[in-house]
């Protein structure tokens, strides 16, 4: 999911250097979506690691 986010921010990146503003933003929305959902996931990942026990 991290790789999603990176891939559209820098689709975001590319079209706002050629001027495509309504793309850019749509991809810079995207990738923060998917940046939010990626830290949440992971939070909630490294909690019920801890709640379990286990150690890396």
Known sequence: MLWWALTF???AIIA??????G???ASAGIAQVLFV???VLFIVAMIARAVRGRTP
């Open 37 to 39: 959902i990626f830290l």
């Open 9 to 11: 921010f820098i689709v």
């Open 16 to 21: 706002a250097v050629f001027g495509f503003g």
């Open 23 to 25: 793309i850019a933003s």
